[in-house]
């Protein structure tokens, strides 16, 4: 019964996601091409949103992360280096196995090269890992960080946005001392928690699993992932790697550059240079969105109907607030709640208006969408330079005066 229930919520999402413009997919008017899909508007919004609270709390908040934006096209050494173009596959039916990196080749006739459309976006971290050093000159431990897109040829893609052929990473690989792993995996650990807090995963619904030796990627010494209850089940959501000094090692030993990392707070002369070990935690844009939509999507009972919301933080929310004027064909109502949009526009950008059949239904389409207020203009207003508030949640309204508005509203 709970099986059934969890499956009829995936068809639940996956309607909602198409009919609001979240999620479309990819070719959709030629039958569609499994493993890839489109962001519409409100997807793109949610994704920018994501991709945006992301970026404050693993690189701007703190004073150890540089960013950098690689190419998605990789050249053949790097990823022999990492050991990709020989185990980066997945088992077929017969036992053989199919490497799952999209190869390309780069240039013309007898000049083209092979090349790969990166599987992941660490490697181009590790290969940029000298140069940052070389322009910044950063103390251990520090980071780099980058998020992009990363392509994978997966056998069976499934499960709507959960199992891409192209997907986004939002990836860190932290330098450090090798004696720091333990405590740095375990900061980082926290870090993920406060993420899946702070964006509004369902805590109850996520649990470590700590990869069994002989499970791990090849580079790995611990690997604990994030799983998520999805709707299909429990899967993984992120991963949370100690990937030793594998990469900086391997590239250093394949491109005969130096790759050492000076270390200037030792004074032991030749010692002094080492290779920092990595702490990797990486993140997927579209499980995040899945596992915050799984979490967010609620049914209720409101004023007797029967309702959908999308219990979104207001900081993932596509839109933060839609206007309405009470009635359409009443100039001077339309006028001011122009006007009311447009202050607001100018606060939180995201901002719509909306004047179209009553008002019970605007609010019930904002609902489905997760907007987290709505502000009606209506006749009081004109006399007394008051607004309604609603509240999507509990659905109560408040009457707020225009000038505290943009206060009101918590973003
Ligand atoms: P899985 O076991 O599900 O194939 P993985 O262990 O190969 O995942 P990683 O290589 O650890 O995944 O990639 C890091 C993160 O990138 C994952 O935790 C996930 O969030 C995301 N990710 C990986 N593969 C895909 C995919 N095919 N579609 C969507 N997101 C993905």
């Known amino acids: 019964m709970k099986e059934k229930k969890e499956e009829n919520l995936m068809d639940k999402i996956v309607s909602l996601c198409k009919r609001r413009g979240f999620v479309y997919p990819n070719a959709e008017i030629y039958g569609g091409f499994a493993g890839f899909w489109d962001y519409g508007p409100y997807g793109l919004a949610m994704?920018?949103?994501i991709k945006q609270l992301w970026w404050k709390m693993f690189v701007t908040d703190r004073e150890d992360m540089y960013g950098v934006d690689a190419s998605l096209i990789t050249k053949q050494d790097v990823l022999q280096a990492s050991g990709h173009v020989s185990g980066f596959s997945d088992p077929l039916a017969d036992g053989s196995r199919f490497n799952t990196m999209f190869r390309t080749s780069v240039g013309a006739g007898e000049d083209s090269q092979i090349a790969y459309l990166r599987p992941e976006t660490a490697q181009g971290i590790f290969t940029n890992f000298k140069n940052v050093v070389d322009s910044f000159h950063p103390?251990?431990?520090?980071?780099?960080?980058?998020?992009?897109?990363?392509?994978?040829?997966e056998i069976a893609p499934r499960d709507f946005i959960f199992r891409l052929r192209e997907l986004e990473q939002m990836e860190v690989e932290y330098f450090i001392y090798e004696k720091?792993?333990?405590?740095?995996?375990?900061?980082?650990?926290?870090?993920?928690?406060?993420?899946?807090?702070?964006?509004?995963i369902d805590k109850d619904k996520t649990h470590e699993l700590e990869v069994a030796d002989g499970e791990r990627a090849h580079y790995s010494k611990r690997t604990i992932d994030f799983e998520f209850d999805f709707p299909f089940g429990r899967k993984e959501l992120y991963g949370l790697a100690y990937r030793t000094d594998f990469d900086l090692k391997n590239h250093q030993t394949s491109s005969g550059v130096d790759l050492s990392y000076f270390d200037e707070s030792s004074h032991t002369g030749a010692q002094n240079r080492i290779i920092p070990h990595v702490i990797e935690p990486?993140?997927?844009?579209?499980?995040?969105?899945?596992?915050?939509?799984s979490s967010a999507y609620?049914?209720?009972?409101?004023?007797?109907?029967?309702?959908?919301?999308?219990?979104?933080?207001?900081?993932?929310?596509?839109i933060k607030v839609a206007v309405f004027p009470l009635l359409k064909n009443k100039p001077e109502l339309v006028a001011k709640a122009r006007e009311i949009y447009l202050i607001l526009k100018k606060e939180h950008n995201a901002v719509v208006f909306d004047d179209n059949g009553n008002i019970g239904k605007r609010y019930?389409?904002?609902?489905?969408?997760?907007?987290?207020?709505?502000?009606?203009?209506?006749?009081d207003t004109l006399t007394d330079d008051t607004v309604t508030v609603r509240d999507r949640d509990n659905g109560k309204q408040e009457r707020v005066r225009i000038e505290e508005l943009v206060k009101y509203i918590k973003i």
């Open 47 to 49: 994704k920018n949103n």
């Open 139 to 153: 103390k251990l431990p520090f980071g780099i960080a980058q998020i992009g897109k990363a392509f994978r040829n």
């Open 180 to 200: 720091e792993w333990e405590a740095s995996f375990e900061m980082w650990q926290k870090t993920i928690w406060k993420w899946i807090e702070e964006i509004g």
């Open 282 to 293: 990486s993140l997927g844009i579209e499980r995040t969105m899945l596992a915050i939509l």
């Open 298 to 318: 609620t049914e209720d009972i409101l004023g007797d109907e029967p309702r959908v919301y999308l219990k979104l933080k207001s900081s993932i929310a596509p």
């Open 364 to 379: 019930r389409r904002q609902d489905e969408i997760g907007t987290p207020y709505c502000v009606t203009i209506d006749f």
